[in-house]
C-alpha cells in the first residue's frame, strides 16, 4: 500500500480553463475527503464521501468545483472556468473509521495565471 | 460547529530546547483534537489524537499533548526538539458524532536552529 496518491503534483492554467484532479486513495478506506490550503492557512473542507456517496459539502465548493467518487475507490475534482482565487493546493485523505484521523496525500498545488 | 486558535505563527527554538505550541479550540460539543505536521513539499502527517481515556497523549517521536477541558486548550509540547523537527504544525477539531470534517487552525511554523 503506497498511501494516498495524488496527480498532478502541481498544475498551472490559465484563468477560465477547466482543471480536473485526481485522488486515489488507501484500497481499504471507504471514507474519502477534498481540502483546499491558501498560503499562511489551515486546511479547509470542500467535500467528503463515503464509498461513492457524497455526504457533505462546504460553502467553499462553488458552483464551478465539482467531485464525483464514481466506484467508490478513486475521486476527481474539477474546477470550472478557474480563477486567480483558486490557486491553492488541494488536498485529498482518506479514512476507515471516520473522523478519527486520516490519511493524508501530498496535494496537488494549483496555480492560476 | 468547531473553532480552533493556534496562538503562535511561528515558533523560532535552538535545537535540544524544549517547546509548547499553543492551540484552544470552541466547540458547542464534546470533541476529537488532532495535531498534524507538513513537512515542506509534503502532506500533513498525523502526529498524535485525542479521542477518549486518558488526557495526555504521546506520539512515537517524542511529542506530546495534554487535553484540557475546563481551558479548552490541547497544547503540544517537546521537552527537547531537533533539527528534524522544523516543520507546520496543525491543530485540529472534529466533533463527535456529528460531521467527520476537520477544523483546523491556521498553523504554527516551528524552526529549530542549530
Redesign the interface.
Given at each position: 500500500d503506497t498511501g494516498?496518491s495524488q496527480n498532478p503534483r502541481h498544475k498551472i492554467t490559465k484563468r477560465g480553463q477547466n482543471v480536473t484532479f485526481r485522488c486515489d486513495p488507501i484500497s481499504e478506506h471507504n471514507?474519502l475527503?477534498w481540502y483546499r490550503q491558501t498560503l499562511?492557512?489551515?486546511?479547509?473542507?470542500l467535500t467528503?464521501f463515503q464509498n461513492e456517496a457524497q455526504?457533505?459539502k462546504?460553502r467553499l465548493l462553488s458552483d464551478r468545483f465539482s467531485a464525483e467518487r464514481p466506484k467508490g475507490s478513486f475521486s476527481t475534482l474539477e474546477i470550472q472556468r478557474t480563477e486567480q482565487g483558486d490557486s491553492a493546493m488541494y488536498?485529498c485523505?482518506s479514512?476507515l473509521d471516520?473522523?478519527?484521523?486520516?490519511?493524508?496525500?501530498?496535494?496537488t498545488r494549483l496555480t492560476v495565471v | 460547529a468547531q473553532s480552533v486558535t493556534q496562538l503562535d505563527s511561528q515558533v523560532p527554538v535552538f535545537e535540544e530546547a524544549p517547546v509548547e505550541l499553543r492551540c484552544n479550540y470552541s466547540s458547542s460539543v464534546s470533541v476529537y483534537l488532532f495535531w498534524y505536521v507538513q513537512y515542506p513539499n509534503q502532506g500533513l502527517q498525523l502526529l498524535l489524537k485525542y479521542l477518549s481515556g486518558s488526557t495526555l497523549v504521546e506520539s512515537i517521536n517524542g511529542f506530546e499533548a495534554e487535553f484540557n477541558k475546563s481551558q479548552t486548550s490541547f497544547h503540544l509540547r517537546k521537552p527537547s526538539v531537533h533539527i528534524s523537527d522544523t516543520a507546520e504544525y496543525f491543530c485540529a477539531v472534529s466533533g463527535r458524532g456529528g460531521s467527520e470534517k476537520l477544523v483546523f487552525g491556521k498553523g504554527t511554523k516551528l524552526t529549530v536552529n542549530p
Amino acid at each position: 500500500d503506497t498511501g494516498v496518491s495524488q496527480n498532478p503534483r502541481h498544475k498551472i492554467t490559465k484563468r477560465g480553463q477547466n482543471v480536473t484532479f485526481r485522488c486515489d486513495p488507501i484500497s481499504e478506506h471507504n471514507r474519502l475527503y477534498w481540502y483546499r490550503q491558501t498560503l499562511g492557512q489551515g486546511p479547509e473542507f470542500l467535500t467528503y464521501f463515503q464509498n461513492e456517496a457524497q455526504l457533505e459539502k462546504s460553502r467553499l465548493l462553488s458552483d464551478r468545483f465539482s467531485a464525483e467518487r464514481p466506484k467508490g475507490s478513486f475521486s476527481t475534482l474539477e474546477i470550472q472556468r478557474t480563477e486567480q482565487g483558486d490557486s491553492a493546493m488541494y488536498l485529498c485523505a482518506s479514512s476507515l473509521d471516520g473522523g478519527l484521523g486520516y490519511t493524508f496525500g501530498s496535494g496537488t498545488r494549483l496555480t492560476v495565471v | 460547529a468547531q473553532s480552533v486558535t493556534q496562538l503562535d505563527s511561528q515558533v523560532p527554538v535552538f535545537e535540544e530546547a524544549p517547546v509548547e505550541l499553543r492551540c484552544n479550540y470552541s466547540s458547542s460539543v464534546s470533541v476529537y483534537l488532532f495535531w498534524y505536521v507538513q513537512y515542506p513539499n509534503q502532506g500533513l502527517q498525523l502526529l498524535l489524537k485525542y479521542l477518549s481515556g486518558s488526557t495526555l497523549v504521546e506520539s512515537i517521536n517524542g511529542f506530546e499533548a495534554e487535553f484540557n477541558k475546563s481551558q479548552t486548550s490541547f497544547h503540544l509540547r517537546k521537552p527537547s526538539v531537533h533539527i528534524s523537527d522544523t516543520a507546520e504544525y496543525f491543530c485540529a477539531v472534529s466533533g463527535r458524532g456529528g460531521s467527520e470534517k476537520l477544523v483546523f487552525g491556521k498553523g504554527t511554523k516551528l524552526t529549530v536552529n542549530p
